[in-house]
């Protein structure tokens, strides 16, 4: 059963053409074409322009509010990044334990908690969207997209840009109602499974029948899926066939791969700036910084141990507000003349 339900959506997909009733008329709803698609983003921007509407908020006005009312601040905002963090953290170690059954089941349930709390964090951050200029502006041009692509049984075109403003709003309210919402897991089981895995391996984007440009947003998707299972087939560490069939499971494994690939970068830039110095055992090398990503790069490139002191001194220097700070007063300096001074000791001894 769940196989017919694929076919279906794949060929609905492929077919990009659906059909809806309006007052007992029979209608149909085509693909949009590139001018449809210029003419709409056209549409957009007149309504941002249109002076009809100044006195709706910007969205950047409504994030404000949203900060000065508590509903949404930065906070905020950084506690939803660090869930981004969590879930991909959660799908590498699902990658990592995807052997073990009873630890896919827990971080399954895990994943599940912080996808909810990223979706409810959402609706709160968007309270207001609704109420903004760019959200009118965005249903404006989502209904401009539905109206020029309605079809009559003769298949002549209801609405073009200069009738869309007089179009009755009814009958593209009927056919964005029967407009298919496909879940992102279904088009992602159909790119990597029969029929359409062959379909696409035979011929790969000429399968869809016509230029990119004019694909629609499913079959854009799908392929842009089928490309990716090709790179994971193709990859010299391609995971099993349990791993792939596991949505969760293999964005772990991109994830694994994208953290070595950068590790792997980290090291080459770590011997292109130190040089034959690495590993010498040196106390300190100094390397200019141009810009806050250099910063970053240059203190990851640290070990443990250097990035306590690193912590530690700049701890020393913010309390001491402005003061000067010598350097044989840092706590990692005074360590080192004792150690120095220990091993000069065990020296004279040895020498007498």
Not at 16 to 41: M, R, W
Not at 42 to 67: G, H, P
Not at 179 to 204: C, F, G, V
Not at 330 to 345: F, G, S, Y
């Amino acid at each position: 059963m769940e196989q017919i339900e694929l076919d279906n959506l794949l060929y609905q997909i492929l077919y990009g053409i659906y059909y809806f009733t309006h007052n007992k008329i029979s209608y149909k709803c085509v693909p949009n074409t590139l001018q449809d698609k210029y003419e709409a983003g056209l549409i957009y921007q007149d309504v941002i322009r249109d002076i009809r509407y100044e006195e709706m908020l910007t969205w950047e006005q409504a994030q404000r509010i949203s900060q000065i009312n508590g509903t949404w601040t930065v906070k905020d905002e950084a506690g939803m990044k660090d869930l981004e963090k969590m879930v991909e953290n959660t799908k590498l170690q699902l990658y990592i334990n995807h052997t073990n059954p009873q630890s896919v089941q827990q971080l399954k349930k895990k994943l599940k908690k912080i996808q909810t709390g990223i979706a409810r964090s959402n609706v709160t951050k968007h309270k207001l969207y609704h109420a903004t200029k760019e959200a009118h502006a965005e249903n404006v041009r989502r209904e401009y997209l539905i109206a020029v692509s309605i079809r009559d049984k003769f298949d002549n075109k209801l609405y073009n840009i200069d009738s869309f403003w007089d179009c009755d709003n009814t009958i593209i309210q009927s056919a964005s109602e029967n407009a298919s919402d496909i879940a992102m897991n279904k088009i992602r089981k159909i790119a990597r499974t029969e029929p359409w895995r062959s379909m696409w391996i035979a011929q790969k984007g000429e399968c869809i029948g016509k230029p990119s440009v004019e694909w629609t947003e499913h079959q854009r998707i799908l392929c842009s899926f089928s490309k990716m299972y090709d790179n994971v087939y193709e990859s010299t560490e391609c995971p099993p066939d349990e791993v792939i069939e596991d949505d969760d499971i293999l964005d772990g494994w991109f994830i694994k791969q994208r953290k070595d690939r950068d590790e792997a970068k980290k090291e080459k830039s770590t011997d292109h700036n130190f040089g034959t110095h690495k590993g010498k055992g040196n106390q300190e090398m100094f390397i200019m910084a141009n810009n806050k990503q250099d910063v970053q790069s240059i203190i990851s490139n640290n070990d443990a141990t250097g990035k306590n002191i690193i912590q530690t001194r700049k701890q020393i220097v913010e309390n001491a507000k402005g003061e000067k700070v010598d350097d044989i007063n840092m706590p990692d300096v005074q360590r080192d003349l004792q150690l120095q001074a220990v091993q000069n000791m065990r020296e004279k001894i040895k020498g007498r």
